[in-house]
């Protein structure tokens, strides 16, 4: 049996290092500073990847003593089919920084002998201070707490009903005690939370993408796991720590502000312990050759399978559907500039309309002291130095012209602007909004 979740683990793996070679995705902004600075990107994809495998270890030791050894294995393989674990050391390297220190502090907290509320606060204001000085992002909660956009409403509400000339005159008292800032602020602060309750998005992610960019974290047939390892929390005394495991991840998701998969990424370890807690007890009727068990358990086990295998097809035939089409753009431009003999050039100017596009030049360029990271209208440059343009195609027509880039166009920018194109490519999204999905690299001369 241990020899055969070796083998089970090694595909899976195997399975996802080929899809990342296939994919070979450009580093994400986060990457960037590692990369560019400390490691190579395969080498920091590497460490990442072997941080996550030893926390995997360490909860598979944790849960076998704590529990059972075959539903250690069960978790574990959950853990590694999810694809936002797979993309959080190929793609996100500090989500990974976050699995490994909420791990410890969950294992660590059974060797405690510390209260847990104190435990609980401790993790908000580690949490609190990750997300906000590391990953730079402001908790929608915490403002919403602190009351500032309910004063703000409060006083955008009687403003208004001042204003009206068929005014109904309340009193004061009345009206201050329908409009307050702490009601306000308590209904802003659980609209925030309530999202965390998302089955749609934990198990119904491949089927509905919510027309943004995310991955699955569980595929559908785990769903009924998950409500069948529920009904064995209270008989395996996994209540409690199922309770904690959920309220630190609801934590976490108060804390951060980020694509939605991304806030979920704790979420995957009760998610993955409940899901195991299903099959293993399935299993276990399985042996016992329960009817519905021989049933059940081979249909679920197949169209898990069947998703996993899916999802990986998915994402190795479209990778621009499912993961960030920036550092994508950012890898064509610097790819075609340096085919050019950008060298030979005055001015290299590229686009800075999706982001750090300094950074990325760093990376693929090193020596960039004769760039220029703007966005540019191109008609409008009257200079006669050599340049190079990188840029979105609604960067080099007007705005309200056509952005469907096609022959004509292109003659119409050779001719009338004295510029050769380098280079064009079409990306899935919009991510530059209104200057269309065209990228388009031109060199101009004297």
Not at 122 to 145: E, P
Not at 416 to 422: A, S, T
Request: aromatic share 20%; hydrophobic share 50%; glycine share 4%.
């Amino acid at each position: 049996m241990r020899k055969g979740m070796v083998v089970l683990c090694l595909v899976i793996l195997g399975i996802w290092w080929w899809l990342s070679i296939k994919i070979n995705y450009p580093p994400s902004e986060e990457q960037l500073t590692f990369a560019r600075n400390v490691f190579g990107l395969w080498t920091l994809r590497i460490i990442t990847f072997s941080i996550l495998i030893v926390i995997l270890r360490l909860w598979y030791k944790f849960l076998e003593e704590k529990f059972d050894k075959n539903l250690a294995k069960i978790f574990i393989i959950v853990l590694l089919i999810s694809p936002l674990s797979w993309v959080s050391w190929y793609i996100y390297p500090l989500l990974v920084v976050k699995l490994v220190f909420t791990s410890f502090f969950v294992l660590s907290f059974f060797k405690l002998k510390t209260k847990k509320i104190f435990l609980i606060i401790a993790f908000i204001l580690i949490s609190y201070g990750f997300n906000h000085f590391l990953l730079k992002q402001n908790s929608v909660v915490i403002n919403k707490i602190s009351l500032k956009d309910a004063k703000n409403e409060v006083t955008t509400r009687f403003n208004r009903e001042d204003s009206l000339k068929d005014k109904i005159d309340l009193p004061f008292l009345f009206r201050r005690f329908v409009y307050n800032k702490y009601y306000l602020g308590f209904r802003d602060t659980i609209s925030e939370i309530v999202p965390y309750f998302d089955f749609e998005t934990w198990f119904f992610q491949e089927v509905h993408p919510n027309r943004q960019k995310s991955m699955v974290i569980f595929f559908w047939p785990e769903i009924f796991l998950f409500f069948y390892g529920l009904v064995f929390l209270k008989k395996i005394k996994a209540g409690n720590f199922l309770f904690f495991l959920f309220t630190l991840s609801l934590i976490d998701f108060a804390m951060t502000d980020d694509l939605i998969f991304k806030r979920f990424v704790l979420t995957i370890i009760p998610l993955s312990f409940v899901v195991s807690i299903g099959f293993w007890k399935l299993a276990e009727f399985y042996r016992k050759k329960f009817w519905a068990a021989k049933l059940f358990l081979p249909l679920v086990t197949f169209l898990v399978i069947y998703g996993f295998v899916a999802n990986v097809s998915d994402l190795n035939f479209r990778p621009d559907f499912w993961l960030d089409n920036r550092p994508m753009a950012y890898g064509y431009f610097f790819n075609e500039i340096k085919k050019s003999n950008y060298l030979e050039f005055e001015k290299i100017n590229v686009t800075n309309l999706i982001g750090p596009t300094n950074k990325y030049c760093e990376y693929y360029i090193h020596n960039c002291d004769n760039f220029v990271f703007d966005s540019f209208y191109f008609e409008s440059n009257e200079k006669k130095e050599t340049q190079i343009y990188a840029g979105f195609i609604g960067e080099f027509f007007k705005r309200d012209e056509r952005r469907d880039w096609n022959k004509t166009q292109k003659n119409y920018v050779e001719s009338n602007f004295g510029v050769r194109i380098l280079g064009t490519s079409e990306i899935r999204d919009n991510i530059a909004s209104g200057f269309g999905q065209t990228l388009i690299v031109a060199a101009k001369n004297k």
